[in-house]
């Protein structure tokens, strides 16, 4: 596959992508003109005077028709600007983009260990359905499908920190004692590594545990689930019977029915990985990690509705953007997906 | 001289709890028997349903769970099959015995090159051969199933083959190791009747050049006339009538092979017109003779089992009446 | 004598026969037996919560705040000093008021929607799928939190929005059934023999496509419970001291690194139960309604 053929297959899912978006986003728009609540109001101040109200309201655009002001929002959307917050007035984009890699650092290390260990467990069960492996395995799944993220959180910072003392408090993303490095990354960890500081960089590891074991445990849960399924239909397929009818050995079953999962697996991973952004943001709220999770979470609670609007926009376009990179990934291991694009 | 493939009284039953948690049988193969001679072509016949491929199954050792073999033997040169510890009849799998299924094209392995998949099941069976002689090998086999540019095709996933091309690399791929046993279960189910013919004169042309005993598994009795030296007619899992075809077609001794042909102007399959009437319920058969049902000569003794009556030339029926009656 | 003799051997008795039922699916599907059995347990828990409560689960009693469990309060007081078994029992109560209107949300509004895209096909299922898709791209938990805040917490509002928001999963099911059964022979006879377009739907197509729907509620029931805890405990939505599982476990989040555990533990416990047993349920259901999947599965 040559960097044109990727190239093209790109730019085209590009442009399919743009009604989606516009669905999106005028979505997102809507949103906070659901309950009816007043935005100029809000953004004006509680001292505001009716004069005052009206200029917001005009330079806001808000005093025009609803598909007016939706192109006004959206023109200033794909200009970068996302609005202010109405409770800080620092502009949202910044707000986000800022607290960005802190979430992403959560979640790609949950997702990823969550996948290191739901595959092949789920591999692992496939291989003697209804067997005791199997059962073990599709009950613990169940149990992580049925637990809610915050409690597990809870339950972490209770055993870890307060019983056993081994973890710290669920209080950030480095120890309080501990000066945070210079901003390369927007890792911690990896920043502290960067500039050689081994006691920050200790820190900021141990901050890590707990939050990405929690996402770990709640993405594997159904990695497992789907993982088992997939590989059972892959090994009741046709090609499987006739490779057990061809003598192959063990070795080389095993290496095929790994194989022709992985795409489906890959597709899951990816799907997980964006819907999980939603739940990190549940594990950044009790563990009070400072990302763009409990920034938006506690947006939602406070009612700052133009940080909402960034918020759920930004995840969107997450989503969007995992998916594409799966649809690239898997244009990549399977020839027949080639063929078609 | 030894057979090449002997099958005595193969009972394959599904047995599975129904939702009031009785157990349930599904007597599928109630005593199966025939044999193949090496070097020679055997047609296995009957309707949809009546076993054959379950007969194949059972033999192979690919049966899964609830099916599963409760009696019989199945020789292959001398020794049980069924008996065989799974890892000996694994080496014997794709080695000394290939198969040919139907649904050529989803059998392949969708994410392996061709020439993979055919150097694949030589190293297999053949350790500490090289990647290289098994893809010139491979390609020597494409072209012997005839399939052009065998050098180029290596390299081919199986989603670019047409249904036929798909069926010859099967044929390759069950060849490759020069078996002496040849089982294809319904080899041309799906594809265009030209490609039919080809497909079945591929096959008969390589049995005969190689001494390759093989058993054709087809609802066809014009695919059994054309291509094959014996014939084995199967009714709800049990072999009615085996033999010569020529002895068998000329004087069909037992009533349901009679219903059969006549039944089968030229060259029309059985599932456009069989012959009247259902299989009898696998979940209660019938004392006797499992036909009687559907026999329009059935008398009181039919509720016996029926004797399998031998016949001149090695052709023998299981009929009460066998010898007595004529088409 | 001779009538008995004539008399044709005692069929068992029809309770006998449910139980002979009832036994060989638990034993075809342990899950779905274990997951009914859960559900029945909270069933009961929530009908005769008023009766079987030690306590009034709302009722402060400031000389026994925080007590650690013990007898006369098995699962200890909070904050308030209410009795956390009371709550715990009392909490049910709102776990299947929610679930259940919620499924029933879901199920007014997507099957029609599912029927009628499913029938009309065109640009007007076309309009729709693709709101679908885009409704897909949220995280279903921020996407629920953010309307039902934008919406304004109310319990309404909650059982509302989480309903809507779990619709397209019925339509999408409806719509599929639909295309498949449209094109099928009893349809074509239905409508040769003169049958008017709503008769068809209604009683040809609704009750095939339904079967595929209802089986997917007991899931969707356990979304609903846990999305409308994840509400309570962000403190969108229900509001303490409203015995709420959710609720609870927000109260006692504070406490669990101070060590007074079982303000959330308790409360925890009950919601991963019911989860549990509604997705076991529905696992098993699945399972059983789908013979392919369960050929698959062998």
């Known amino acids: 596959m040559g960097a044109a053929a990727i190239g093209r297959f790109l730019a085209r899912r590009a442009l399919l992508l743009v009604p989606l978006l516009v669905v999106v986003s005028f979505l997102c ?27 917001v309201r005009t330079t806001l655009a808000l005093d025009q028709p609803l598909w007016a002001q939706f192109a006004v929002w959206l023109g200033n959307v794909l200009q970068g600007d996302l609005g202010r917050s109405w409770i800080s007035n620092r502009p949202v984009l910044t707000e986000l983009l800022d607290r960005m890699p802190a979430t992403l650092e959560l979640l790609l290390y949950g997702v990823g260990i969550g996948a290191l260990v739901g595959i092949p467990v789920g591999l692992k069960a496939a291989q003697k359905p209804d067997g005791a492996f199997d059962q073990v395995s599709r009950f613990l799944s169940l149990l992580g499908f049925s637990t809610p993220t915050y409690w597990l959180a809870l339950m972490a910072l209770f055993v870890f920190f307060y019983l056993l003392d081994w973890a710290p408090p669920g209080m950030g993303r480095i120890s309080l004692m501990v000066d945070p490095p210079d901003r390369i990354t927007g890792s911690y960890m990896w920043d502290a590594l960067l500039q050689g500081r081994m006691e920050a960089a200790r820190s900021a590891a141990a901050q890590l545990v707990l939050p990405v074991a929690c996402i770990a445990i709640i993405s594997a849960a159904p990695i497992i689930k789907q993982t088992r399924a997939i590989a059972l239909e892959v090994l009741s397929s046709d090609y499987v019977r006739y490779a057990r009818a061809q003598g192959l050995p063990a070795q080389d079953m095993r290496r095929m029915v790994l194989r022709n999962s992985m795409v489906p697996v890959v597709t899951f991973v990816g799907t997980e990985l964006a819907g999980l952004i939603g739940t990190t943001a549940l594990i950044e709220y009790v563990f009070a990690w400072g990302g763009v999770g409990q920034f938006g979470l506690t947006a939602i609670i406070q009612g700052d509705f133009a940080v909402v609007q960034g918020y759920v926009l930004m995840l969107a376009l997450f989503s969007v953007l995992v998916f594409l990179v799966v649809d690239l990934a898997v244009m990549l291991l399977e020839p027949r997906a080639a063929a078609r694009a | 001289m030894t057979p090449l493939l002997e099958v005595r009284d193969l009972h394959t039953h599904f047995i599975a709890r ?52 409760v009696a019989g033997q199945a020789l292959f040169e001398g020794r049980d099959l069924l008996a065989l510890p799974p890892n000996e009849l694994n080496a014997l799998r794709g080695a000394r015995i290939g198969l040919v299924v139907q649904s050529p094209k989803t059998s392949l392995d969708p994410l392996a090159r061709i020439g993979a998949q055919l150097a694949r099941v030589q190293r297999a069976h053949r350790p500490g051969l090289s990647e290289a002689a098994a893809q010139a090998r491979a390609a020597e086999m494409l072209a012997a199933v005839g399939i052009p540019d065998p050098e180029r095709r290596l390299r081919a996933w199986p989603h670019e083959l047409s249904g036929g091309m798909a069926q010859r690399v099967l044929i390759a791929l069950a060849l490759v190791n020069e078996p002496t046993l040849l089982v294809a279960d319904e080899p041309t189910t799906g594809l265009d009747v030209t490609v039919q013919a080809q497909i079945l004169d591929l096959l008969r042309g390589l049995a005969r050049a190689r001494g390759i005993g093989a058993v054709i598994i087809t609802h066809d009795l014009g695919v059994v006339a054309h291509y094959c030296d014996e014939a084995a007619v199967m009714f709800a899992g049990q072999v009615v009538e085996h033999g010569p075809v020529g002895p068998i077609f000329a004087a069909p001794a037992h009533p349901y092979t009679q219903a059969l042909i006549a039944a089968t102007p030229e060259r029309l399959q059985l599932r456009a017109r069989r012959p009247s009437g259902s299989p009898p319920n696998l979940y209660a058969l019938p004392e006797g003779c499992l036909y009687r049902d559907r026999c329009p000569r059935a008398e009181a003794r039919c509720a016996t089992p029926p004797p399998d009556v031998a016949l001149q030339g090695g052709h023998a029926a299981r009929c009460h009446f066998a010898g007595t009656i004529a088409a | 004598m001779s009538d008995l003799a004539l008399a044709p051997p005692a069929a068992p008795s029809l309770p006998v ?50 007590q650690p469990p013990q007898a006369g309060a098995w699962f200890g ?45 065109g640009w007007a299922d076309e309009i729709v799928m693709r709101g679908f898709d885009a409704l897909r791209v949220f995280p279903s938990i921020i996407l629920a939190l953010a309307v039902v805040a934008a919406a304004g917490p109310s319990l309404l509002n909650v059982v509302l929005v989480l309903g809507l928001l779990d619709s397209p999963v019925y339509a999408r099911l409806v719509r599929a059934e639909v295309l498949a059964l449209r094109g099928g022979t009893f349809v074509e006879s239905a409508v040769a023999a003169g049958n008017p377009t709503h008769r068809i739907l209604f009683r040809h197509i609704l009750p095939n496509a339904l079967r595929g729907a ?14 409308s805890a994840t509400l309570a405990f962000l403190g969108v939505g229900i509001q303490p001291p409203t015995p709420e599982w959710g609720a609870m476990i927000r109260q006692g989040a504070e406490y669990m690194v101070t060590g007074e555990w079982w303000v959330a533990v308790f409360p925890g416990t009950a919601l991963i139960l019911m ?13 059983l309604l789908d013979p392919r999947r369960k050929a698959a599965a062998r």
């Open chain 1, 29 to 55: 728009f809507m949103l906070v003109r659901l309950g009816g609540q007043d935005p100029v109001a809000m953004l004006a101040g509680p001292t505001a005077t009716a004069a005052e109200i009206e200029m």
């Open chain 3, 275 to 287: 989860v549990l047993g509604l997705n076991m349920l529905g696992d098993g259901l699945s399972d």
């Open chain 3, 214 to 227: 209802m089986a997917q509620t007991a899931v969707r029931a356990a979304w609903a419970v846990r999305i």
């Open chain 3, 77 to 121: 007081t909070d904050g308030n000093g209410m009795d956390v078994l009371s709550r715990v029992i009392h909490g049910s109560l709102y776990a299947f008021g929610i679930a259940i209107p919620v499924v029933i949300v879901g199920l007014l509004v997507g099957v029609p929607v599912g029927l009628w895209t499913g029938w009309r096909g």
């Open chain 2, 18 to 69: 129904d939702l009031d948690n009785r157990v349930r049988v599904a007597r599928a193969l109630n005593g199966v028997s025939f044999s193949l001679a090496p070097g020679r072509i055997l047609g296995l016949v009957g309707e949809t349903g009546a076993g054959k491929s379950l007969t194949a199954l059972s033999v192979l050792g690919l049966l899964k769970p609830p099916a599963r073999v």
């Open chain 3, 17 to 66: 026969r449910i139980a002979a039922r009832l036994a060989g699916i638990a034993r075809r599907s342990p899950t779905l037996a274990i997951g009914a059995a859960i559900i029945l347990a909270f069933a009961i828990m929530a009908v005769f919560a008023p009766w079987i409560s030690p306590q009034d689960p709302v009722a402060a009693n400031a000389a026994r705040v925080l």
